[in-house]
């Protein structure tokens, strides 16, 4: 992993902290190259602190050194070459070891750094003790104590450095993470109101179209056959099925009118009479005792204590029965069929049986128009923490079952 470096921008944008960094490196190698140039007691030794000099200005704006690991090696090589030799000339060069551990540590791995730290602390120590300076403690105490700083300095940014890539990492990753659940909180929503609308398509407006057709064959039939309201009838039926098509699109979320002035049950029985609620059953197909049309005889009755429902409940409901008439009325070629609503301790069922021909449950696939109506009869129930089960054989006719649990306090 590069490193932030004073004397290596390329690798990471600098910032205010860095730039003072790496001014106060230069002026710390140029004030001890100075000094080391003027204490020093032969030309030779001006020479070699000019030379060092410029061997460290090289490095510092060659764009190989800025770039690569491998141009830094060297260069750190040929300044450590000419410091040492400036070392052996003057012991003033000693002082220069402390800028160069920090060149060491911040451009090698740290697999050789620390060994290029420790040699540089002992020529250091041996270029004092070499120059005839007295022995003490302070000619060991003084590079090796240096390098630690160094080294606890360099090694402590590092650390720093790494923990605060990582929390901005995490961050990134964060904000990264809240875009994307909102965006599929969004798409959850999405979809399910897209949802929402195709059961309420499918049991009102496209159940509706689909009655006014069946309504309008029935009257073509009792027409004759030179009548001339024949043309108006079909073309109505053509409306009724081109609209059939856009009513799919489009609808509105209201409470069923069926509910607006009256019970759930009151709602059910007037769903059996004959013409009324969706108009699914024509002429004569009604409750009680009506006498069959093209629709089915449908029966309502009520079981248990009826109790007042929430408003979600009693729609599901509704719209439940609605739909599966409708199956009936299409599908079933039913002769009767009866709704049950049965009001127990801790819940409510609704049953809708019909004599018809029946049908393999789990062979059932969407409709070629784009119907909802067992899987749209399912949502409904199990959104309310209900049941929905779906009973039927050929030749056996059908049974739809939903059980919804009573909330508390009703």
Request: with cysteine.
């Amino acid at each position: 992993m590069d490193l932030p470096s004073p004397l290596h921008p390329a690798r990471l944008p600098l910032t205010p902290a860095l730039r003072a960094l790496r001014l106060c490196l230069h002026l710390l190698m140029a004030g001890l190259l100075v000094l080391a140039a003027v204490r020093a007691d032969s030309a030779a030794g001006t020479v070699l602190a000019v030379v060092t000099g410029a061997v460290y200005a090289a490095g510092s704006y060659l764009p190989s050194v800025r770039d690569s690991q491998r141009a830094a090696a060297l260069w750190l090589g040929a300044l450590g070459a000419s410091w040492l030799a400036l070392l052996w000339l003057t012991p003033e060069a000693l002082w220069l070891a402390f800028p160069l551990y920090f060149l060491q540590l911040h451009l090698l791995p740290t697999r050789w750094s620390l060994p290029a730290v420790a040699l540089t602390a002992v020529a250091a120590i041996l270029s004092y003790v070499g120059h005839g300076a007295a022995l003490n403690p302070g000619v060991f105490i003084g590079p090796l104590l240096g390098a630690a700083v160094a080294v606890a300095t360099v090694l402590g940014y590092q650390a720093l450095y790494r923990e605060s890539e990582r929390r901005r990492r995490l961050i990134e990753e964060l904000i990264a993470t809240r875009a994307e659940l909102a965006a599929a909180e969004r798409h959850a929503g999405t979809l399910a109101e897209r949802e929402r609308l195709a059961r309420e398509i499918h049991d009102t407006l496209a159940q509706g179209l689909s009655s006014i057709q069946l309504l309008l064959r029935a009257a073509e039939r009792s027409l004759p056959p030179d009548s001339p309201a024949s043309d108006h009838i079909d073309r109505a039926r053509q409306a009724a099925q081109d609209n059939l098509a856009e009513a799919r699109r489009f609808v509105r979320a209201l409470s069923p009118p069926d509910l607006e002035h009256g019970s759930l049950a009151a709602a059910l029985e007037r769903l059996c009479e004959p013409g009324a609620g969706a108009g699914l059953y024509g002429p004569g197909a009604g409750a009680g005792s009506h006498e069959p049309g093209p629709g089915p005889r449908v029966r309502f009755s009520v079981s248990g204590t009826p109790v007042e429902l929430p408003t979600p409940y009693e729609v599901a409901l509704l719209r439940i029965a609605q739909s599966a008439l409708a199956n009936t009325v299409r599908h079933a070629a039913a002769s009767r069929a009866e709704i049950t609503l049965s009001f127990m301790d801790a819940s409510v069922t609704l049953d809708v049986v019909d004599d018809g021909e029946g049908f393999e449950p789990g062979s059932v696939r969407p409709s070629s128009d784009g119907g909802f109506g067992l899987p749209a009869m399912r949502s409904r129930a199990e959104s309310l923490g209900g049941t929905f089960t779906v009973e039927s054989a050929p030749g056996q006719g059908t049974a739809v079952a939903v059980s919804l649990p009573l909330p508390a306090g009703v």
